[in-house]
């Protein structure tokens, strides 16, 4: 396995990271304590390279018909300027990945998979175009991604955005994206500007050329500083997106899970009029009802004591297993453990007491909604 | 790097002792050990009055990312426990070797020990 680095790694290394291998990719872990930089996120601002992930343009007159074919959900149905999370599955019905979809224009999508999927989403949209007047363009090796997330997040942005386009920034809807002036390297220029987030949090992505990124995250930094910017590493963005009740893909999705259980059935839009690849499976599997009245489906769980479920623990209902743990851990901003688990539906309602077995010992977590944190609007 | 206390003894599974002979010896995890899990959110320590048995488990140490065991290095009756660690486990974090021990022992027997240069070099950590 090669080891990939983003275009900010030197910045990582300076900042004194801790490195881990995220998708092939050696990413920052913490840069300081991984708790105060989740903090930080909730209360004032993180920057987060996710340079790692995937950009795949797909333009043509068939375009938002293609994505249709390719995808679970509508994406002609997608207003341009807006953004649409959506999964790729494959015939079976099972979560090749989840995505986000900004829609650029009438007949031109940025398709942005996770960084350990991008490579095969790239692929297979490649393939699936085939019929279809589109061209997909992988250009994931040569874009950056560095985001802002948490309250602070526009008053940062805004500091690099000439004040004429302050009211673009500001008006920007959650999921949607903007070309927008900011300022890198003492030039304004037009970048790609998202205000998604996998944190819970108000936040922004930038998308940029590699070349650019670094003296845009250190000139982010700078700014940032008197708004308690710091920069968060990947332990943050699994306890900020575990609070914020997200899932993450090779822990609560996979190929050989389905969309359903997953709790992600609305995303699944089996009205469009156009086949899509894997309609007819998820078509069964929701007939079927496994996920959502029989099998197993995901909940959130909240630990009742101090110690934390973790993930592939075993959920328990009066000693039989009757679940599995896939992501947990004691949440920073809550105080107590939280986990998401795949439960047998009969034990799956809200307020349900079940036990996680905790390396050999029985502990009590409660069946609780999504997600766990929500922030104050 | 971590730092490494050098007159402290260590355990290959990152728990450091000081015996100091007298009265019952003091045991807390090392520095490398507490770096590796980050940051501490939660410690279980045994009870007062119980006895550990050297090389096994007595407890565990929890952080946002991970979850270890604890384990003796030596046996004996547990003497004390840190309840302002158990209450503040961050300062295993800031201070693993000093406000951050974790409970003391009355040693009946002690298990295989490592010096301060011995689990540095085997752990790199820094003296």
């Known amino acids: 396995m090669t080891e990939n680095h983003t275009a900010l790694y030197g910045e990582h290394e300076k900042a004194g990271a801790s490195f881990t291998d995220f998708g092939g990719w050696q990413m920052p872990l913490k840069y300081s304590s991984e708790l105060a930089e989740h903090h930080a996120v909730r209360n004032a601002a993180g920057l987060f390279d996710l340079s790692h992930m995937g950009e795949v343009w797909v333009s043509g007159p068939d375009a938002a018909a293609f994505l249709d074919y390719a995808l679970a959900g509508k994406l002609s149905a997608v207003a341009v300027g807006k953004a649409k999370y959506s999964l790729i599955c494959n015939a ?10 900004y829609r ?3 007949e031109k999508y940025l398709v942005v998979p996770n960084a350990g999927n991008a490579a095969t989403v790239a692929a297979l949209l490649a393939e699936r175009a085939a019929g279809f007047d589109v061209q997909v363009q992988d250009v994931s090796s040569e874009t950056s991604l560095i985001a802002v997330q948490g309250p602070n997040a526009e008053a940062i942005l805004l500091t690099l955005v000439p004040e004429a386009q302050h009211m673009l920034v500001k008006e920007l809807k959650y999921y949607a994206a903007t070309e927008v002036g900011i300022t890198v390297n003492g030039t304004v220029q037009d970048l790609l500007l998202a205000r998604t987030g996998y944190t819970g949090e108000d936040g922004f992505e930038i998308y940029l050329p590699n070349a650019d990124a670094p003296a845009l995250w250190r000139a982010l930094l700078e700014n940032g500083q008197d708004q308690g910017l710091i920069p968060a590493g990947l332990a943050a963005r699994d306890s900020l997106r575990l609070e914020a009740g997200m899932p993450l893909y090779g822990n609560e999705l996979s190929q050989t899970g389905h969309p359903y259980a997953a709790g992600l059935g609305p995303v699944v839009s089996l009205a469009k009029e ?3 690849i894997g309609k007819a499976a998820l078509a069964a599997i929701k007939e079927s009802g496994d996920g959502t009245t029989s099998g197993r489906k995901l909940v959130g769980l909240k ?3 101090r110690r934390a479920a973790r993930g592939h623990y075993q959920v328990l209902k009066d000693g039989a297993a009757v679940g599995e743990v896939t992501s947990g851990q004691p949440s920073p901003t809550l105080g107590y453990p939280v986990a ?3 439960v047998d539906v009969e034990h799956a309602s809200l307020g349900t007491m079940v036990d996680v077995d905790l390396r050999g010992k029985a502990e009590p977590f409660e069946v609780v909604a999504l997600p766990f944190y929500k922030r104050q609007k | 790097m971590s730092k490494v206390a050098p007159e402290l003894q260590y355990s290959a599974e990152h728990e450091w002792i000081s015996l100091d002979g007298s009265g019952p010896s003091t045991i807390g995890v090392s520095a490398v050990a507490a770096d590796a899990l980050g940051d501490i959110v939660y410690v279980d320590l045994p009870e007062v009055g119980a006895t550990v048995t050297a090389g096994e488990t007595c407890g565990e140490i929890e952080s946002t990312k991970s979850v270890s065991d604890l384990y003796s290095p030596v046996t004996g009756e547990v003497t004390e426990v840190n309840a302002a660690a158990a209450g503040d486990p961050a300062i295993i974090n800031s201070d693993p ?4 021990w974790l409970f003391k022992v009355a040693v009946d027997s002690e298990g295989p020990l490592l010096t301060a240069s011995e ?3 085997a752990n790199g950590g820094e003296l």
Not at chain 1, 92 to 101: N, P
């Open chain 1, 92 to 101: 079976d019905g099972g979560i090749v990945d989840d995505l986000i979809s």
């Open chain 1, 104 to 106: 650029r224009g009438d």
């Open chain 1, 274 to 276: 156009s086949d899509f």
């Open chain 1, 303 to 305: 630990g009742v004591g």
């Open chain 1, 340 to 342: 998401l688990a795949y």
């Open chain 2, 97 to 100: 070797y000093g406000a951050g």
């Open chain 2, 119 to 121: 689990y540095a070099a």
